[in-house]
C-alpha cells in the first residue's frame, strides 16, 4: 500500500494561508486520485477536496470552495492543499488519503468510504 504523511499544518490567524504537504511512499500516486479530508473535535471526518491523477480534475467542499486549492506533482509523489482566507471553523485535523477505487482519470465522489491508506494527519489551528 501507499503511505502518506501530510505536513504544514500548524497556528494561523483568521484570514491567513498554509499550504499542506501530503507525501507518499511505497508506491506511487500515478494512478490513485487523492483526496484531503479533516476532522473536527467532536466531529465526523468530512471531505475537503479531490484530485484526480493528473491533477486536471479537482472537486471542492462548498465549504472551502474559492478559498483552498488541492493539487499534485506526481514527479514528487506528493499533494498539496493550499489553504488560503482561513476561518476559525476550518480549525481540524487535516489528512489525506488515496480513492481506492479510481478507475480511470476522473474526480471521484466526494465520499470518504472510498478513501483508505490515511495518513495521520496534521493540524491546523485558525484563531479568530
Known amino acids: 500500500q501507499v503511505q502518506l504523511v501530510e505536513s504544514g499544518g500548524g497556528l494561523v490567524q483568521a484570514g491567513g494561508s498554509l499550504r499542506l504537504s501530503c507525501a507518499a511512499s511505497?508506491?506511487?500516486?500515478?494512478?490513485?486520485?487523492m483526496g484531503w479530508f479533516r476532522q473536527a473535535p467532536g466531529a465526523d471526518r468530512e471531505f475537503v477536496a479531490t484530485?484526480?491523477?493528473?491533477?486536471?480534475?479537482?472537486s471542492y467542499a462548498d465549504s472551502v470552495k474559492g478559498r483552498f486549492t488541492i493539487s499534485r506533482d506526481n514527479a514528487k509523489n506528493t499533494v498539496y492543499l493550499q489553504m488560503n482566507s482561513l476561518k476559525p471553523e476550518d480549525t481540524a485535523v487535516y489528512y489525506c488519503?488515496?480513492?481506492?477505487?479510481?478507475?480511470?482519470?476522473?474526480?471521484?465522489?466526494?465520499?470518504?468510504?472510498?478513501?483508505?491508506?490515511w495518513g495521520q494527519g496534521t493540524q491546523v489551528t485558525v484563531s479568530s
Open positions: 484530485i484526480s491523477w493528473s491533477g486536471g480534475g479537482t
Open positions: 511505497g508506491r506511487t500516486l500515478r494512478n490513485y486520485a
Open positions: 488519503a488515496a480513492d481506492l477505487f479510481t478507475h480511470s482519470d476522473l474526480v471521484p465522489p466526494p465520499n470518504v468510504r472510498r478513501f483508505g491508506s
